[in-house]
T-cell receptor
Framework: GESVGLHLPTLSVQEGDNSIINCAYSNSASDYFIWYKQESGKGPQFIIDIRSNMDKRQGQRVTVLLNKTVKHLSLQIAATQPGDSAVYFCAESTGYSTLTFGKGTMLLVSP | DGGITQSPKYLFRKEGQNVTLSCEQNLNHDAMYWYRQDPGQGLRLIYYSQIVNDFQKGDIAEGYSVSREKKESFPLTVTSAQKNPTAFYLC?????????????????FGPGTRLTVL
């Protein structure tokens, strides 16, 4: 498969645990953030997004937290499953600018 | 069945040759994007187009060219001037934010094309 994850930060968890993936962003003017999931050899899939006027947003088994004070974004995955194993990217944008992607974190879930 | 398609999935090129990667979407999205992905790195923007017959350079446009003659199609040509073309290429499209519908610049990605230069 595609070696997207080579040399990436890695988070290893057991099936059923909760996972927290972190992302630090650099532009204090960024007003929109997205988390993507990328499985080996595939394109990124949208997971959840959040705008800067919010500090928390929940989806199905996932929660995104935004702390604008320290420019930090996190993705929480509840009851992590082996199918959640992938590389996770955060992305940010400002106004009508294009998205800027982080380098990604590899999540490995053990049965 | 709506979505973004990229072809081919794997592409091999001899050094010095130009090659064109296909990207088609039937989501009626105005904006389309090309990214390059290398191992251990995030996505880097090559070119993007917000409307037909118009496109802008991204962060790493050198050695690449694009066209946007139709809303549905945004082909990328990797020219012989690209020094290190071996990579995974991803195409994306998004809803026009100015239209106000849906999410802010939420981008939908195709399955990618892996280009290898021999």
């Amino acid at each position: 498969g595609e070696s997207v994850g080579l040399h990436l930060p890695t988070l290893s968890v057991q099936e059923g645990d909760n996972s927290i993936i972190n992302c630090a962003y650099s532009n204090s003017a960024s007003d929109y953030f997205i988390w993507y999931k990328q499985e080996s050899g595939k394109g990124p899939q949208f997971i959840i997004d959040i705008r800067s006027n919010m500090d928390k947003r929940q989806g199905q088994r996932v929660t995104v937290l935004l702390n604008k004070t320290v420019k930090h974004l996190s993705l929480q995955i509840a009851a992590t499953q082996p199918g959640d194993s992938a590389v996770y990217f955060c992305a940010e944008s400002t106004g009508y600018s294009t998205l800027t992607f982080g380098k990604g974190t590899m999540l490995l879930v053990s049965p | 069945d709506g979505g973004i398609t990229q072809s081919p999935k794997y592409l091999f090129r001899k050094e010095g040759q130009n090659v064109t990667l296909s990207c088609e979407q039937n989501l009626n999205h105005d904006a389309m994007y090309w990214y390059r992905q290398d191992p251990g790195q995030g996505l880097r923007l090559i070119y993007y187009s917000q409307i037909v017959n118009d496109f802008q350079k991204g962060d790493i446009a050198e050695g690449y060219s694009v066209s946007r003659e139709k809303k549905e199609s945004f082909p990328l040509t990797v020219t012989s001037a690209q020094k290190n073309p071996t990579a995974f290429y991803l195409c994306a499209s998004s809803i026009d934010r100015l239209a106000g519908g849906g999410s802010y610049n939420e981008q939908f990605f195709g399955p990618g094309t892996r280009l290898t230069v021999l």
